[in-house]
């Protein structure tokens, strides 16, 4: 399959969302997804003897065995990603988090809001009585306890890269009785990488990748989606080697001596917040250190926010969509430079 063509699939089954839904009806044996090639380390399902009485057990990011009494039916998000996930395998959601992000399914927005994987609206959850709730490893694992005891299972899964995002999709699949779904939607994250590898770039520019809200900004390292999907893109990370935050493991501090040093000629920001906004922050924020103003990316104008359905949360199957804009985008700024640079001018110094 053409890598345009199964993007455009994808494309067209999310158009079509919750109108279009297959009757699947193989049970999940205990066999692990076909995946190696891809490197993807699928989470087991298990039909087991005390399965005999219709349990299924899986077992989630955090190393938990999570058993239930069947396909679950009432199912609470926490993530955008997780929403996007349940409806590309061709579920829905009873509760959705709380977010201004726009999504892309039929129903989705309909679905009650149930407040998010930092801030659970308990009470909410329990109006809808689910089945199950997919929340966030570590983030949620605090709120097990409570959600157990209104009669829900918690599965915990986390998206720090996008091998993560495929494990999610294997998971959710197998949650959901749709393992050769969950097979197609990896396939066509895999096609991305593969022929994004196979066009490396010659000159990657050099990238600061920047997550956050007005009055607070993190540079985003490798170990971080945002900082997995630069590198995968084509990027060059100037902060690769930072330290990280104690409190956020996959971020690090902004350090204006080491990003003068290193110079980025790409600044881009990532946000959950109002792109318009978080953008005049930033620049404020570039302004009270006047060593700024001598980074390449500053003096060219070369400071963008990127789209945050795809950047600022985690984008679950549009991931595709993610990596292809990043990379035009990345594209774009490499031809812009080599441009300057013929030209003798707006190049790095």
Known sequence: MEKKSASRTLKT???????????????????PLSLAGCGVQPQQTTTTAAAGQGKLVVTDFAGREVALAGVPKRIVTLGNGETD?????????????????????????????????????????????????????????????????????????????????????ALIGRL??????????????????????????????????????????MAALPTSLGGNLLEAAGG????????????????????????????PEVILIMTHGNPAEVADSFVAEMRKNAAWNSVAAVRADRVEVLPADLFGTNPGTRVVEALELLRGKLDAYAATLSGASAAGVGGTP
């Open 176 to 217: 959901l009785e749709r393992p050769e779904r969950a097979n197609e939607l990896i396939a066509v994250i895999e096609e991305e990488r593969t022929a994004l590898a196979s066009k490396a770039m010659e000159d990657r520019p050099r990238a600061l990748l920047v997550y956050g809200a007005p009055g607070t900004f």
């Open 236 to 263: 060059y990370n100037i902060a690769s080697d930072y330290p990280r935050l104690q409190s956020y493991p996959q971020y690090a501090q902004l350090n204006a001596e080491r990003i003068v040093e290193a110079d």
């Open 13 to 31: 089954d999310r158009q079509r969302g919750a109108r279009r839904r297959t009757a699947w009806t193989a049970l999940i044996l205990a066999v």
């Open 85 to 169: 996930i349940v409806y590309a395998l061709g579920g829905q959601v009873a509760g959705r988090p709380d977010s201004d992000v726009p999504l892309p399914y039929e129903g989705a927005e309909q679905a009650a809001r149930i407040g998010t994987a930092h801030e659970v609206d308990l009470e909410r959850i329990a109006l809808l009585r689910p089945d199950v709730v997919l929340g966030n490893d570590p983030m949620n694992v605090k709120d097990i306890p409570t959600l157990e005891g209104i009669g829900a299972k918690m599965v915990l899964t986390s998206a720090n890269s996008i091998d993560e995002i495929e494990r999610q999709i």
